[in-house]
């Protein structure tokens, strides 16, 4: 398996685990962009949203209520942002898919 996050589920790239459970996987991002970023990822490998189908609903609903739990534990009682990068025009560059739970500070919008 090619895939840098599946090698970074299985461990063999080494990553600063935030959350695991037998449906997904967090880890602190390598280039942060905000002083909370950390990156949630279901357990099975979808290139994208674009991949999804209605079969992967209960997955889909789990990543969002395990990134709310996250971002609770790690207090960002100001706000936060959820952001699933899909394909070349949403400047995805990791091809499994993935949120952005970023925070800690105010974000801009619209995103660039
Ligand atoms: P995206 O651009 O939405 O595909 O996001 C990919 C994210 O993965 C970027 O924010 C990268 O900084 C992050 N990333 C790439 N390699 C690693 C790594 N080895 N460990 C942690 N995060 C990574
Ligand atoms: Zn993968």
């Known amino acids: ?3 840098l996050f ?3 589920i299985e461990g063999s790239i080494p990553s600063t685990k935030v959350h695991e459970d037998e449906l997904c ?3 602190a991002d390598i280039n942060p962009v905000a002083p909370t970023h950390v990156i949630l990822v279901p357990r099975e490998h979808l290139a ?3 991949d999804t189908d209605p ?3 209960e997955m889909l609903g789990h ?3 395990t990134a709310a739990e996250i971002a609770r534990k790690q207090n960002l009682t100001n706000g936060y942002r ?3 990068n899909t394909g ?3 400047g995805q560059t990791v091809e499994h898919l993935h949120l952005h739970l970023l925070g800690g500070r105010e974000l801009a919008w619209p995103p660039g």
């Open 25 to 27: 996987y967090a880890f």
């Open 48 to 50: 994208s949203l674009d």
């Open 82 to 84: 959820i952001v699933i």
């Open 63 to 65: 990543l969002l209520l």
């Open 1 to 3: 398996m090619s895939c």
């Open 88 to 90: 070349e025009d949403g």
């Open 55 to 57: 079969d992967h609903g």
């Open 6 to 8: 599946c090698k970074i």
